[in-house]
């Protein structure tokens, strides 16, 4: 390996890494492949996780409230895997080779539910528990498969991104993969809608969001993996992989924080989108897939973007603890809205997108900078495993709550006397989840042992600042870009 030049060597992220066996070069290259690789899988995420996926489960499989919670709660469930690859990587001491082996596979796992939706027509009004069932299989193995292959993934970014510009990095990337999930957003409900809910069409989604997934795996063959070497002494057992991250307080108090908090998220989420599609006729609001896509999903990510690098330097500059104190603050309060959310109501919709998706990368920034920055440096991947199978079984409990709970009251609504005509059995699960969220803010998140103690108004009018500064720019910046690129007739 050749000596850094003079240039290189100022280099701030260069110099952090050069070190450790990276050269300069590398790390910026580096940078540029995890960039590119999360427009393609921003993309996928999109697309199986977004509203074709809502819209597959609901219109087309025509799941109940608990069936749809099941099948949502099948790619959580499989987060028990991070435990498996955890312990492969500290055994190891390699993660490149299987996190593109396995997360590959997991990705294109979902040709499967293409199969399924272009071979096994679901005929009308007639529901297939067949359907269901192989759908929810392929979603597990699909996350189980991802699970076990990027077990090590944080770690190889927490060797490879320099800890003073993660959370910059972290804002920007989240702020170009919310572009691409956007426009396959869009892409993806418009064509539902054009081909009126053909199994056809789900198919051709769910191909071409497998082909994504995969490809954005496969941008990270070039960057190279310097291997941890692992004495025959150290290399951990499961029974380790699972005991050793609860005996450190600063683990606890995250996974205390993240059970409640992530209850209580899914317990809401994915009913939100079937409330919004059920018929007025069942006291739903009758949206079709593209106004759902549109409100409840492109406004929010079209507001992340705008700021989801500003959150990355406010994570930087008060760390990351204020900066989820900040954001989960107005997650907790926004459902608010939903809890007496009617079709008088639903102009309300567009805004509440629009604020949710300004405050929640709060929430997503933290999270992603915990996992690379956040936990001890010793058994890094055995305590993000561990975290990950916290977050990932409180999703699980939390999507199958929701469904037996709405399930619950579409039961047992009606013996509740004098109730307003337009109350849904989803509006007592809309404010069970948000009352649970409050106590999450309250009384578990002061508890958690992250940097930062800056007060919540510094915060935020720190950003607000920041934010009128920075969106001009962006606007002068791209109005100046297209004049350059202008002919001279369209700049006459």
Same mark, same amino acid.
């Given at each position: 390996?050749?000596?850094?030049?003079?240039?290189?060597?100022?280099?701030?992220?260069?110099?952090?890494?050069?070190?450790?066996?990276?050269?300069?070069?590398?790390?910026?290259?580096?940078?540029?492949?995890?960039?590119?690789?999360?427009?393609?899988?921003?993309?996928?995420?999109?697309?199986?996780?977004?509203?074709?996926?809502?819209?597959?489960?609901?219109?087309?499989?025509?799941?109940?409230?608990?069936?749809?919670?099941?099948?949502?709660?099948?790619?959580?469930?499989?987060?028990?895997?991070?435990?498996?690859?955890?312990?492969?990587?500290?055994?190891?001491?390699?993660?490149?080779?299987?996190?593109?082996?396995?997360?590959?596979?997991?990705?294109?796992?979902?040709?499967?539910?293409?199969?399924?939706?272009?071979?096994?027509?679901?005929?009308?009004?007639?529901?297939?528990?067949?359907?269901?069932?192989?759908?929810?299989?392929?979603?597990?193995?699909?996350?189980?498969?991802?699970?076990?292959?990027?077990?090590?993934?944080?770690?190889?970014?927490?060797?490879?991104?320099?800890?003073?510009?993660?959370?910059?990095?972290?804002?920007?990337?989240?702020?170009?993969?919310?572009?691409?999930?956007?426009?396959?957003? @869009?892409?993806?409900?418009?064509?539902?809608?054009?081909?009126?809910?053909?199994?056809?069409?789900?198919?051709?989604?769910?191909?071409?969001?497998?082909?994504?997934?995969?490809?954005? @795996?496969?941008?990270?063959?070039?960057?190279?993996?310097?291997?941890?070497?692992?004495?025959?002494?150290?290399?951990?057992?499961?029974?380790?992989?699972?005991? @050793?991250?609860?005996?450190?307080?600063?683990?606890?108090?995250?996974?205390?924080?993240?059970?409640?908090?992530?209850?209580?998220?899914?317990?809401?989420?994915?009913?939100?989108?079937?409330?919004?599609?059920?018929?007025?006729?069942?006291?739903?609001?009758?949206?079709?897939?593209?106004?759902?896509?549109?409100?409840?999903?492109?406004?929010?990510?079209?507001?992340?973007?705008?700021?989801?690098?500003?959150?990355?330097?406010?994570?930087?500059?008060?760390?990351?603890?204020?900066?989820?104190?900040?954001?989960?603050?107005?997650?907790?309060?926004?459902?608010?809205?939903?809890?007496?959310?009617?079709?008088?109501?639903?102009?309300?919709?567009?805004?509440?997108?629009?604020?949710?998706?300004?405050?929640?990368?709060?929430?997503?920034?933290?999270?992603?900078?915990?996992?690379?920055?956040?936990?001890?440096?010793?058994?890094?991947?055995?305590?993000?495993?561990?975290?990950? +199978?916290?977050?990932?079984? +409180?999703?699980?409990?939390?999507?199958?709550?929701?469904?037996?709970? +709405?399930?619950?009251?579409?039961?047992?609504?009606?013996?509740?006397?004098?109730?307003?005509?337009?109350?849904?059995?989803?509006?007592?699960?809309?404010?069970?989840?948000?009352?649970?969220?409050?106590?999450?803010?309250?009384?578990?998140?002061?508890?958690?042992?992250?940097?930062?103690?800056?007060?919540?108004?510094?915060?935020?009018?720190?950003?607000?600042?920041?934010?009128?500064?920075?969106?001009?720019?962006?606007?002068?910046?791209?109005?100046?870009?297209?004049?350059?690129?202008?002919?001279?007739?369209?700049?006459?």
């Amino acid at each position: 390996m050749g000596q850094p030049t003079q240039h290189e060597q100022q280099s701030e992220p260069a110099a952090a890494h050069y070190k450790k066996g990276y050269s300069p070069r590398e790390v910026r290259s580096a940078l540029w492949y995890i960039m590119v690789a999360w427009l393609f899988g921003a993309s996928f995420c999109s697309i199986t996780g977004g509203a074709p996926l809502y819209s597959f489960l609901k219109n087309y499989l025509q799941t109940d409230d608990f069936s749809f919670g099941l099948v949502m709660a099948a790619g959580p469930v499989a987060v028990l895997f991070f435990l498996l690859g955890s312990l492969v990587v500290e055994r190891t001491g390699c993660i490149k080779r299987h996190f593109l082996l396995f997360v590959t596979a997991g990705r294109l796992a979902w040709l499967g539910v293409a199969a399924i939706a272009l071979w096994l027509p679901v005929k009308a009004h007639a529901p297939s528990h067949l359907q269901v069932l192989l759908v929810g299989l392929i979603v597990f193995a699909s996350a189980g498969l991802m699970n076990f292959g990027g077990a090590g993934w944080p770690t190889w970014m927490s060797e490879v991104i320099p800890t003073s510009v993660a959370g910059k990095f972290f804002g920007v990337r989240y702020q170009t993969g919310l572009i691409s999930m956007v426009l396959a957003g @869009i892409a993806a409900s418009a064509l539902v809608d054009r081909f009126q809910n053909a199994g056809w069409i789900y198919a051709v989604l769910f191909g071409v969001g497998g082909l994504l997934g995969a490809t954005d @795996i496969l941008l990270f063959i070039p960057i190279r993996e310097i291997p941890r070497p692992v004495a025959p002494s150290e290399q951990p057992t499961l029974r380790d992989i699972l005991v @050793i991250p609860w005996k450190s307080a600063l683990f606890r108090s995250f996974a205390a924080y993240t059970t409640v908090a992530w209850i209580s998220y899914m317990m809401m989420s994915p009913f939100v989108s079937r409330y919004c599609l059920e018929s007025p006729e069942k006291h739903g609001l009758g949206m079709s897939v593209s106004t759902m896509n549109l409100l409840l999903f492109i406004t929010p990510w079209v507001s992340m973007a705008l700021v989801g690098s500003l959150w990355g330097r406010a994570i930087d500059k008060f760390g990351p603890k204020p900066a989820l104190a900040l954001s989960s603050l107005f997650a907790a309060v926004l459902p608010l809205i939903w809890v007496i959310m009617q079709p008088s109501l639903t102009w309300l919709i567009l805004p509440l997108s629009a604020i949710g998706g300004l405050t929640w990368p709060g929430i997503d920034q933290t999270m992603l900078y915990i996992q690379v920055k956040g936990l001890p440096t010793e058994r890094h991947s055995t305590y993000n495993a561990t975290f990950l +199978a916290v977050n990932g079984l +409180a999703t699980v409990a939390g999507t199958a709550i929701g469904g037996w709970y +709405a399930q619950f009251w579409q039961a047992h609504l009606h013996v509740i006397p004098h109730l307003p005509v337009w109350v849904s059995h989803y509006h007592p699960v809309f404010l069970t989840s948000m009352l649970l969220r409050l106590a999450a803010f309250f009384l578990l998140l002061p508890r958690m042992q992250l940097a930062g103690n800056a007060r919540l108004h510094t915060v935020a009018w720190d950003m607000l600042v920041e934010s009128c500064a920075f969106l001009p720019r962006v606007w002068i910046t791209a109005r100046r870009r297209a004049r350059a690129a202008a002919t001279p007739a369209e700049k006459s």
